[in-house]
C-alpha cells in the first residue's frame, strides 16, 4: 500500500506542475495590463502542493527502505537487511529512480521557496514559476513512467542485492544532495532569465531578483564537488581527488558557467551592463546540468560515478535536454536585440576587468566541453575510439586559470565604468612582491618539480594578496574610524574577498597535493618499514574482521619519527558478499603541511602485504579552501541587517535603472 500511495503522490505532483507550467503564464499574459491575478497567484499554490505532493513521495520511499521492503524493486536492488541503517537511508538517492526523484523534489523545494518569497508573486515569478513548473513536469514525467521507484516485484523476495559498496560512505551520504541543490538550483537562474526575455524585462531590478538564487546555487555546487572530490580522495584508494572523469567534468562545467554568471549578475545589478550576456550565461548553466544528467543516465558513459542505465531513458532525457536548451536558445535568439544597454564602460574599469574574467571562464568551460565530448563524438559519427585524458585537461585547462587569477584582484579593484590603472596598480605592488616571494620559494623548495606549479603558488598569492589590499584600502586601519567602515563594507565586497581567497587556498592545495606529491610502492612484512616523503610507516598487523555487511582485512601502521610514534593508522581491504565487490578504506593521517595516505593491497607469501603510500603536501587547503569558497556565496545572499540609508548600508549609492526618464525613482 505505501508504494502505491508513493505513485499516486507521484501523479499529484505531476498534475501540479502542469498547472504550474500552464496557467501563471496565461494570468502573466505577453504585454502590459493582460495580466489575470488570480491566475498568476495560483502559482503560489501549485507550486507548494508540487513539493508536498513530491515531499511525501520521497517519504514513502525513504520508508520503504527503512523497512526493507523487497516486494518494490528499488530496494530489492539497492538494500539488504544486514546494510547499516543510515546506508539504508542514503540507499534511497544511492540509484537511478531515487535520485532522480529526489532531484526532482530538490526542483519543487526551489519553486516554493521562490513562491513564499516576501515580495509576493509578481509578473515576473509568475513566468518564472511556470519555466518551473514546465521544467518539472517533464521531470516527474519521466520519473513516473520510465524510471518509477515504486514498481512492485511479484512474488517478493527474501533478501536484496544490497547498495553498490562504493556508495556505503558517509561522503556518499551528503555529496549528492548538494550537488542537486546546486544542478538544480540554477534551474531558477534559468527559468528567471526565460521569463525576463518572455516579458523583455532583463534589467537592474531583474539581476537584484536572481544574483541571491544563483550565489545558492553555486554555492551549494562548490560544497557538492568538493565533497566528490573528497570521497573519491579516501574511498576510491588510488591516492588521487580529480581524475577528469567525464562525469566530475559534468558537474564542473555547469560551476564554471555559474561563476561567470555571478560575476555578470553584479554587473547588470549595479550597471545594467551586461544584460544580453548574463541572460546567455543563466540559460547555460542550467543548459551545462542538463548536459551532465544525460551523462550520467544515458548509458553512454562507463565511470565509477555512471548510473548504468538503459538508452531508452537516455532517449528521454536528451528530449528533455533538447527541449530546455532549444527553447531557451531559441527565446534568446528572439529577444537578445532589444537587450542592448546604453550602460558605457572603458576597457581599463570593473566591467572591463570582469568581462575579460567571464571570457576566461567560458574559454575553461569550452576546452572541458570539447574534452569530454570529442571522444564520444569520434566514436559516434567515425566509430573511432579516442581516450583524451589529463594531459589535455591540463595543459588546455591550465592557461586559463593562470590568466583568471592574475586578474581577480584588479577586476575587483577598479572603479566602475572607468578605471585608473596607474593608479590602483600601486595598490597591487605588495602583493606582486609577495607573488614573487612565493614562486621562488615554492620553486625552491619543490625543484625539479614544475615551473608551471610555482607560478600557479605565485598567481594564487598575488589574487589573494590583491583582494586583501583593495579592502586594506576601503577600511584604512591605520586611520580612526576603521572598525566602522569594516562594518560597513558592502556584503558583495566581504562574500568576493571571502571566496577569493578561498579560491586561492584550493590551488595551492591543489599544487601541493597534485604536483608535489611522492609515492611509494613496496611490499611489507608486519614490523618492517616503508618510507615516503617526510614519513617513516611501520606495518605492525593484518588482522581480519567482520563489518555488518562485508569481511574485512585490516592493517595497521604506526608512524615514527626517531623511533617515536605519531600516529596510528588503519587501511582496510573489505569484501561485500552481496554484491561479491571488494572496495579498499584508505588511511589517511591529516595535517596542516600535507596527508600521509596510505592503502594495502593483495598479500604475496614471501614478500608480504603491497602497501602503496602517498605523501601529499597541504591536500588539506583544498578541502578549506572549498569550505571559503562557498561561504562567501552564502555570506553574499545573508539578510543585510536595514539600518541608515543604502548608502551606510552598502557605500554604494542607489542607482537609477539605464534609460530611465530623469526624475524616475530609482531602485
Not at 46 to 72: E, I, M, P, R
Amino acid at each position: 500500500m505505501i508504494a502505491e500511495l508513493g505513485q499516486l503522490a507521484l501523479l499529484f505532483a505531476l498534475a501540479a506542475a502542469l498547472h504550474q507550467a500552464v496557467f501563471p503564464m496565461i494570468g502573466a499574459g505577453m504585454g502590459a495590463g493582460a495580466a489575470d491575478p488570480r491566475l498568476t497567484a495560483s502559482a503560489r499554490s501549485a507550486a507548494l502542493a508540487q513539493f508536498g505532493f513530491l515531499a511525501l513521495a520521497f517519504g514513502l520511499l525513504g520508508w520503504l527502505h527503512a523497512t526493507s521492503d523487497f516486494s518494490v524493486r528499488n530496494v530489492f536492488e539497492n538494500s539488504h537487511t544486514a546494510k547499516p541503517f543510515i546506508y539504508k537511508l542514503t540507499g534511497v538517492w544511492g540509484n537511478h529512480e531515487g535520485s532522480m526523484l529526489l532531484w526532482a523534489l530538490i526542483l519543487a523545494g526551489y519553486g516554493a521557496a521562490l513562491a513564499l518569497a516576501r515580495s509576493g508573486i509578481t509578473t515576473l515569478r509568475a513566468r518564472t514559476l511556470s519555466v518551473q513548473g514546465m521544467l518539472a513536469a517533464a521531470f516527474i514525467a519521466f520519473i513516473a513512467f520510465t524510471s518509477n521507484p515504486f514498481d512492485r516485484l511479484s512474488p517478493a523476495p527474501l533478501e536484496g542485492q544490497d547498495l553498490n559498496p562504493l556508495l556505503q560512505d558517509p561522503g556518499l551520504a551528503i555529496h549528492p544532495p548538494f550537488l542537486y541543490l546546486g544542478y538544480v538550483g540554477f534551474s531558477i537562474a534559468f527559468a528567471f532569465a526565460a521569463a525576463g526575455l518572455i516579458g523583455g524585462r532583463i534589467d537592474e531590478a531583474w539581476a537584484k531578483e536572481v544574483r541571491p538564487w544563483a550565489l545558492a546555487a553555486w554555492g551549494f555546487m562548490t560544497v557538492g564537488i568538493a565533497l566528490g572530490a573528497w570521497w573519491a580522495y579516501y574511498e576510491l584508494g588510488w591516492g588521487g581527488f580529480w581524475a577528469w572523469d567525464p562525469v566530475e567534468n559534468a558537474s564542473f562545467m555547469p560551476w564554471l558557467a555559474g561563476t561567470a554568471l555571478i560575476h555578470s549578475i553584479r554587473v547588470t545589478e549595479v550597471r545594467g551592463a551586461f544584460r544580453g550576456w548574463t541572460a546567455l550565461l543563466a540559460l547555460l548553466a542550467f543548459s551545462l546540468s542538463l548536459v551532465g544528467t544525460f551523462l550520467v543516465r544515458s548509458g553512454i558513459l562507463t565511470s565509477v560515478h555512471a548510473f548504468a542505465v538503459d538508452p531508452a531513458r537516455g532517449v528521454f532525457i536528451l528530449a528533455i535536454l533538447a527541449a530546455s536548451v532549444g527553447g531557451g536558445l531559441a527565446l534568446f535568439a528572439v529577444r537578445a536585440p532589444a537587450l542592448s544597454s546604453d550602460a558605457k564602460f572603458s576597457a581599463v574599469s570593473r566591467e572591463g576587468g570582469l568581462f575579460a574574467n567571464n571570457l576566461m571562464l567560458v574559454a575553461a568551460c569550452a576546452t572541458v566541453f570539447i574534452g569530454t565530448f570529442y571522444p564520444l563524438f569520434a566514436e559516434a559519427v567515425a566509430g573511432e575510439k579516442l581516450s583524451v585524458g589529463a594531459p589535455y585537461f591540463n595543459l588546455a585547462f591550465t592557461p586559463f586559470v593562470f590568466l583568471s587569477l592574475l586578474m581577480i584582484g584588479p577586476a575587483a579593484a577598479l572603479s566602475w565604468k572607468k578605471g585608473r590603472l596607474s593608479r590602483d596598480a600601486r595598490l597591487f605592488l605588495p602583493a606582486g612582491a609577495a607573488a614573487l616571494a612565493a614562486a621562488g620559494i615554492a620553486f625552491w623548495l619543490a625543484a625539479p618539480k614544475s615551473a608551471t606549479a610555482a607560478t600557479g603558488v605565485a598567481l594564487a598569492v598575488f589574487a589573494a594578496g590583491s583582494v586583501f589590499a583593495d579592502l586594506w584600502r576601503r577600511v584604512r586601519p591605520r586611520e580612526t574610524g576603521a572598525f566602522a567602515r569594516f562594518a560597513g563594507l558592502p556584503r558583495s565586497s566581504a562574500a568576493m574577498a571571502i571566496a577569493h581567497a578561498g579560491l586561492a587556498i584550493v590551488v595551492i592545495g591543489v599544487v601541493g597535493a597534485g604536483v608535489w606529491k611522492s609515492e611509494t610502492i613496496a611490499y611489507a612484512q608486519p614490523g618492517e618499514t616503508v618510507s615516503v616523503g617526510r614519513f617513516d610507516v611501520v606495518l605492525r598487523s593484518v588482522a581480519e574482521a567482520q563489518g555488518p555487511n562485508y569481511v574485512s582485512q585490516g592493517a595497521t601502521f604506526d608512524v615514527v619519527r626517531d623511533g617515536k610514534v605519531l600516529q596510528a593508522l588503519v587501511s582496510e581491504r573489505r569484501f561485500y558478499p552481496a554484491r561479491g565487490m571488494a572496495t579498499t578504506e584508505a588511511a589517511v593521517w591529516t595535517t596542516l603541511r600535507g596527508d600521509l595516505y596510505l592503502t594495502i593491497g593483495e598479500p604475496d607469501p614471501e614478500r608480504g602485504w603491497v602497501v602503496r603510500a602517498w605523501d601529499r603536501p597541504l591536500a588539506a587547503w583544498m578541502w578549506a579552501g572549498g569550505a571559503l569558497m562557498a561561504l562567501g556565496a552564502f555570506v553574499g545572499i545573508a539578510p543585510v541587517r536595514r539600518r541608515g540609508s543604502l548608502v551606510a548600508r552598502t557605500g554604494e549609492a542607489p542607482r537609477r535603472p539605464t534609460g530611465a526618464a530623469k526624475g524616475a525613482p530609482a531602485e
